[in-house]
């Protein structure tokens, strides 16, 4: 019996609700919702540039969802590793949502794989900002990542309140899908997350498939799992004006055929992939030169770092340099804009949770061909929106942008129906389903200290 049965113990005999069903449907008597969170992000700050070093989805998850939050008078204050002696112990980030700066570690130089050393430094300056208050004043943990549910598993031992814990990725999921040549992810965040899983009283997934692994790969109890679809700045990420304004601001051809790739520079997301595929269509079709450009936005990370120049030397081998524009990463109202400019996006990504990229595209009215791996299958509609594809076979992906080259109307029709498909993936919906998850975990931890006195 898994540690998660016998703490539940007689409440087992609920009836057992889908993935993804509002929690209030199993619930007799809704407490109030939780007043002030601790949010945890131990290895990357909300306040980074996405696309670069280790900032990506997750920083943009993190800073909507907080501020959606605080919309909805659900205080955050997001915790996070300090990486700059100059920073201010805090930030406002937005009305109702702090970020705190902890001192864990040498500021500058730290790679990821070296953090779990420093968690006990950083829960340190956690428990430190919590004795300056009054008892109770955070009413929930919700931790991001596993370094991060280490923290705060400790942390909601402590304080008495619910740990909501959200893996993003997991090490025996990537381990199981790695690109060539990539680094698998150590024993030790296996071990990690195992701990994780059963320790939290809620794990928010981000598709019933990240679900269903967690079930399978870590025996997590399949009703405290929710499901939450991530969601898309609507404000943000939209058509605005259109295709042609978006590449005469970027200085991009008015008709070329431009399949764009967008995000951090590191074998899982594959932008080689995208290399080889554009490669498979200048050797069919040398004319498509004079009217194709392939911008790759982002920067290097993880596994990545080792070989920065590694994408620049595999466009020069392939011939292609005159085609492939690199741009670092960029803010998201430029990005916007490169979504809105591009023909397509192209996600040849090995393992994704869920693929925000995708639904920031579709969101500005461009098509996406991607992996159907992870939740790209819910972020993409095949066939609709875009395209998905099975394997890593660069001539796969040339064979899905072929129709782009043969059709330039492709582009705006798939891109009106890619844009009426992302409507559906709004923040306010994704922050009311999470303020939902947090006031069932409450609910329960009440239960559970009444039924033993």
């Not at 829960?123 to 900002?129: D, E, F, I, L, Y």
Request: overall charge neutral.
């Amino acid at each position: 019996m898994s540690q998660h049965a016998s703490r539940l113990g007689g409440l087992r005999g609920r009836s057992h609700i889908p993935f993804g069903a509002p929690p209030h449907q199993r619930l007799r008597r809704i407490p109030r919702r939780p007043r002030r969170i601790a949010m945890l992000s131990v290895h990357t700050s909300p306040l980074h540039q996405p696309g670069t070093g280790d900032a990506g989805g997750m920083n943009v998850y993190i800073v909507e969802l907080a501020r959606r939050l605080a919309a909805i008078d659900i205080e955050v204050e997001i915790f996070t590793r300090a990486t700059n002696a100059a920073l201010p112990p805090a930030v406002e980030l937005a009305p109702g949502v702090l970020v705190r700066h902890v001192d864990a570690g040498p500021y500058e130089g730290l790679a990821k794989e070296d953090l779990p050393a420093q968690l006990c430094a950083f829960t340190h300056g956690v428990m430190q900002a919590w004795a300056g208050h009054r008892p109770g004043h955070y009413d929930l943990v919700h931790s991001h990542y596993w370094l991060s549910g280490h923290v705060g598993w400790l942390a909601a031992e402590r304080w008495g309140v619910p740990l909501v814990h959200a893996m993003h990725t997991m090490a025996k999921v990537k381990n199981a899908a790695l690109a060539a040549g990539d680094t698998p992810e150590p024993a030790a965040r296996v071990i990690g997350e195992q701990q994780i899983v059963r320790a939290a009283d809620r794990l928010i997934a981000n598709t019933a498939e990240e679900a269903e692994e967690l079930v399978r790969h870590y025996e997590a109890a399949r009703e405290l799992v929710a499901v939450v679809h991530p969601g898309v700045n609507l404000d943000r990420f939209r058509p605005a004006d259109g295709r042609a304004a978006a590449r005469a601001r970027l200085g991009l051809p008015a008709d070329a055929l431009i399949p764009l790739f967008a995000g951090r520079i590191q074998p899982l997301k594959a932008p080689d992939i995208l290399l080889h595929a554009v490669a498979h269509l200048l050797e069919e079709d040398p004319s498509l030169r004079e009217r194709m450009v392939v911008p790759v936005v982002g920067g290097p990370s993880g596994s990545g770092l080792a070989k920065p120049e590694g994408l620049h030397k595999l466009a020069a081998r392939l011939g292609i340099c005159d085609v492939v524009r690199f741009r670092p990463p960029c803010a998201q109202d430029e990005l916007a804009d490169w979504y809105r400019a591009a023909s397509v996006l192209v996600m040849p990504s090995y393992s994704e949770s869920f693929g925000l990229v995708a639904i920031e595209a579709q969101a500005c009215g461009t098509p996406v061909v991607a992996a159907s791996v992870g939740g790209l299958p819910v972020a993409v509609r095949d066939g609709v929106s875009g395209t998905l594809i099975d394997g890593h076979d660069p001539a796969d992906y040339a064979r899905a942008l072929r129709p782009f080259v043969q059709d330039p109307g492709r582009a705006d029709r798939m891109g009106a129906a890619a844009a009426g498909h992302a409507q559906s993936f709004g923040w306010d919906t994704a922050a009311a389903a999470t303020a939902e998850v947090y006031t069932d975990a409450m609910r329960e931890r009440r239960h559970l200290r009444s039924a033993h006195g």
